[in-house]
């Protein structure tokens, strides 16, 4: 059973950093797509991030420049960092992943989810 669990949200200021991580167990990390969304109340789940079990990434128009994904497979751990935070940018973050060789850019195309943390952003 794949598991993920992420960890690193919590109350920060606008324009200060965080870093997420997400641990994968149970499945084979290193060949899996993954991705970070984020849901505010109300809103749909939205992608901020993916990245190929290869390294290539991907980022939303809306997040671009702000955010970067990594991977350290030896690990099993996906990272997502956050710059120049905004409060528009509070949400809970999910982790994802995808049993799948390509960039995947919806909701719908990833097969395993963490619980989510949540990024509240204070001005």
């Known amino acids: 059973q794949v598991q993920l669990v992420e960890s690193g949200g919590g109350l920060v200021q606008v324009g200060d950093s965080l870093r997420l991580a997400c641990v994968v167990s149970g499945g084979t990390f290193n060949t899996y797509a993954m991705g970070w969304f984020r849901q505010a109340p109300g809103e749909e789940r939205d992608l901020v991030a993916a990245?190929?079990?290869?390294?290539?990434?991907f980022y939303p128009y809306s997040v671009e420049g702000r955010v970067a994904i990594s991977r350290e497979n030896a690990q099993n751990t996906v990272f997502l960092q956050l710059n120049s935070l905004k409060p528009e940018d509070t949400a809970v973050y999910y982790c994802a992943a995808g049993d799948n060789k390509a960039i995947l850019v919806s909701a719908y195309e990833y097969e395993y989810w963490g619980q989510g943390t949540q990024v509240t952003v204070s001005s």
């Open positions: 990245i190929t079990w290869k390294g290539r990434t």
